[in-house]
């Protein structure tokens, strides 16, 4: 890369070239994981869109070629709820390497009772957190395979007042369902940063990064029929929140700054330049709940105990 492209600051609307590259995102048919690969799409690189739905994956491969002439787009079926499922999906990618997966995908309920996925997990943190654990066991040859492959976990602002329960992290004996889906992002978050130490202590050339798109609304997005259609008043009802949070467009550009950018290092946090909120992509302080080692490496244990995955995940 010459100094002059190093050099030059990073613009959302102006994204180095990926071509040749292969990333995969998780819940790429819907939300951030629309924006972030239609973004990432634009680079040329090869996207592939993780989803249970292939209806729902259609109309955004549909949406993201009619905006990206010459889009290369696919559809994985994917379904983080079920961890017997993963590896005969990532089988199914038929690839020799994998340069990024954004683990994106993610279940927020807002009411009780509390749901479980097939396997007796919690359905937020058996999805969020336990499916995007046991995904990336199955995914770690491809991302060693890759020059300098790299997992971008996309977590959340509500994180931070949250902390983890390791006494009962499936929220058993006192569910709340934004506290549950809060905790199940910010284990996610952990996860990410406890990865990146220890692809760090055995030498590894792969990345991980964590991402957070701030206070990102439905009504503040750009309409993009038909994965999603915002209606003039719905937008204009939404534009007085506009001064604190922004459309769910800009909340994907710290994750695909977090998936291309050069200068970015294992470890780092990526979110909005306002307040955490919105605005462009920087690295921001990462937490010390978030950061704390000792409280990661029980979360890392009782993970692959409860999703049945090696204890290193298969990074060696």
Not at 147 to 168: H, I, K, N, Q, Y
């Amino acid at each position: 890369m010459s100094s002059a492209s190093q050099s030059r600051p990073w613009d959302v609307h102006r994204l180095p070239s990926a071509k040749g590259r292969i990333f995969l995102v998780t819940g790429g048919n819907a939300g951030i994981g629309y924006f972030a690969a239609e973004q990432l799409a634009a680079t040329g690189a090869v996207v592939v869109l993780g989803s249970r739905d292939a209806a729902k994956a259609d109309a955004a491969m549909a949406s993201i070629r009619s905006r990206v002439p010459g889009a290369q787009v696919r559809h994985l079926q994917l379904d983080l709820a079920d961890l017997s499922s993963l590896k005969t999906a990532v089988d199914r990618l038929d690839l020799d390497h994998l340069d990024a997966v954004v683990h994106n995908a993610g279940i927020a309920l807002d009411d009780p009772p509390r749901r479980e996925t097939e396997e007796g997990h919690e359905l937020m943190f058996g999805t969020n957190h336990l499916g995007h654990f046991a995904l990336t066991q199955w995914l770690a040859p491809l991302l060693s395979a890759a020059p300098a492959g790299r997992v971008v976990t996309v977590g959340s602002f509500v994180a931070r007042s949250e902390r983890l329960d390791l006494g009962d992290l499936q929220s058993t004996q006192d569910y709340q369902p934004k506290r549950t889906y809060g905790r199940s992002k910010l284990a996610q978050m952990c996860f990410g940063f406890e990865l990146d130490r220890r692809l760090r202590a055995i030498g590894s050339t792969m990345l991980s990064v964590v991402a957070h798109p701030g206070g990102a609304l439905d009504p503040l997005t750009p309409s993009r029929p038909p994965v999603r259609v915002t209606t003039p008043g719905e937008r204009l009802r939404a534009l007085p929140s506009a001064l604190l949070v922004q459309g769910k467009d800009a909340g994907a550009w710290p994750v695909v700054r977090a998936v291309l950018d050069s200068q970015v290092q294992g470890g780092q946090l990526w979110g909005p330049r306002i307040f955490g909120l919105r605005g462009r992509p920087r690295r921001e302080p990462v937490p010390s709940h978030m950061a704390d080692p000792a409280v990661a490496s029980r979360l890392w244990a009782a993970s692959s105990e409860l999703a049945g995955t090696e204890p290193n995940l298969g990074f060696r």
